[in-house]
């Protein structure tokens, strides 16, 4: 019986909060939401770069390694 008055409960929260955001705090909600972007695509172009930067040195890496197993053969 507890988890379904806890199912009910965060489905009248969910419903709840959907009102709240579009019919009182929509003009906010899009500030907040702006407001985020610019934070987001920073971290996502850092993360990008480490990625590629990563892939780069693994590339190099086995390249070496390829190169020293030939030589000993």
Avoid: N, Q, Y
Avoid at 18 to 40: H, N, T
């Amino acid at each position: 019986m507890g988890s379904i008055l806890a199912i009910l409960g965060g489905l009248i929260a969910m419903g709840g909060g959907i009102v709240l955001v579009v019919l009182v705090w929509w003009v906010e909600f899009k500030i907040v939401v702006f407001g985020c972007i610019p934070p987001i695509l920073f971290l996502v172009g850092i993360i990008a770069l480490i990625s590629g930067i990563s892939g780069v040195k693994d590339s190099i890496r086995s390249k070496k390694t390829e190169k020293e197993e030939e030589k000993t053969e």
